[in-house]
């Protein structure tokens, strides 16, 4: 692909972002939008390909950097998912949850 062709964002639609820069647009975006990136796996032949999980049998059958030729002869197709999967390659960010504490008034108490 044309390093300097611009693609979308897969966090937010938009984003054009040139090809070279969008690993790390990703990694920068990805922050902005956790609820988006829980729900984007990564594809397992390009860390630059983020598809919603419910669309990752469908590309992994067409990914365009799949490379059938390096998988050793027998291999059944599609391969088993690797253990880590789907985690993406980057945590979600630790949302802290709202404090427990309920809301008092300083002067009320006593
Ligand atoms: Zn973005
Ligand atoms: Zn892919």
């Not at 972002?17 to 397992?44: E, F």
């Not at 390096?70 to 802290?96: E, I, K, M, N, R």
Request: charged share 15%.
């Amino acid at each position: 692909m044309d390093p300097e062709a611009l693609v979308q964002c897969p966090y937010d639609k938009s984003h054009q972002v040139r090809a070279s820069r969008l690993p790390y647009h990703i990694v920068k975006c990805q922050r902005n939008h956790p609820q988006v990136a829980r729900m984007l796996a990564t594809c397992p032949f390009n860390a630059r390909h983020r598809v919603p999980q419910a669309n990752l049998r469908s590309h992994i059958a067409s990914c365009p950097d799949k490379r059938l030729s390096d998988l050793p002869h027998g291999t059944a197709w599609p391969p088993p998912l690797p253990p880590w999967w789907p985690f993406p390659a980057v945590p979600p960010l630790q949302l802290s949850p709202l404090s427990p504490q309920r809301w008092t008034c300083p002067s009320a108490t006593g």
